[in-house]
């Protein structure tokens, strides 16, 4: 019980309304800046969640769009898979992903073919589907639900993550501040002691 009285009664006189004389007007400044920032980054989550909601609901309306847009068309490999670099930042080991040649003859007859990645394993003549978008070109697959909400939660903590990191930053910068502040006071004042009646220094 005393514990908790005493730890209490500490973070009472940090408070910024305490009336202990040892608390200087920057000290309690800071304990306002860091509950405001505190508070800050909690009330953050609720708009990071709406945002992670919002980019959620525009990508699946535009995967609905893209699947009533266009369609999958079959295709045929018309030669053995090859590796290709892919991303890779300078100093990384490169990635590989197996490529290959997919050929199939569009409404018209003609005759069209992309380069495509293909699964492990796969050769000259495996069949692959390809999406093909309303202008007759190949684009990307239309994301599926899983995949557009791992992009909707990467977003909101995206959001949460760089208000917290700024608030903190805010934070550190202030209490730099104020703490080169009352170094500065405390030197003048301990040069001051030498100057003060009864307060004698050799």
């Given at each position: 019980?005393?514990?908790?009285?005493?730890?209490?009664?500490?973070?009472?006189?940090l408070t910024p309304w305490s009336r202990n004389p040892l608390m200087r007007a920057r000290d309690r400044f800071d304990v306002v800046v860091a509950a405001v920032v505190i508070s800050f980054v909690l009330i953050m989550v609720?708009?990071?969640?709406?945002?992670?909601t919002v980019t959620n609901t525009r990508l699946n309306d535009q995967s609905r769009a893209d699947l009533q847009s266009g369609h999958a068309q079959s295709a045929v490999l018309i030669d053995d898979p090859h590796q290709?670099?892919?991303?890779?930042?300078?100093?990384?080991?490169?990635?590989?992903?197996?490529h290959a040649t997919?050929?199939?003859?569009?409404?018209?007859?003609?005759?069209?073919?992309?380069?495509?990645?293909?699964?492990?394993g796969a050769r000259r003549g495996d069949t692959v589907s390809v999406w093909i978008g309303p202008d007759g070109h190949v684009v990307d697959e239309p994301r599926s639900g899983p995949e557009n909400a791992a992009i909707a939660v990467g977003a909101a903590l995206s959001v949460w993550a760089t208000a917290a990191v700024g608030s903190?930053?805010?934070?550190?910068?202030v209490r730099w501040v104020n703490t080169r502040s009352?170094?500065?006071?405390?030197?003048?004042?301990?040069?001051?002691?030498?100057?003060?009646?009864?307060?004698?220094v050799s």
């Open positions: 019980m005393n514990v908790h009285q005493s730890s209490a009664s500490r973070w009472w006189r609720p708009f990071a969640a709406a945002f992670g290709v670099l892919v991303g890779g930042a300078a100093g990384d080991a490169p990635d590989t992903e197996d997919a050929q199939w003859t569009a409404p018209d007859g003609t005759l069209q073919s992309t380069d495509v990645e293909t699964r492990p903190f930053l805010l934070l550190c910068g009352r170094m500065r006071q405390w030197d003048r004042e301990w040069n001051d002691v030498g100057r003060t009646p009864g307060w004698p």
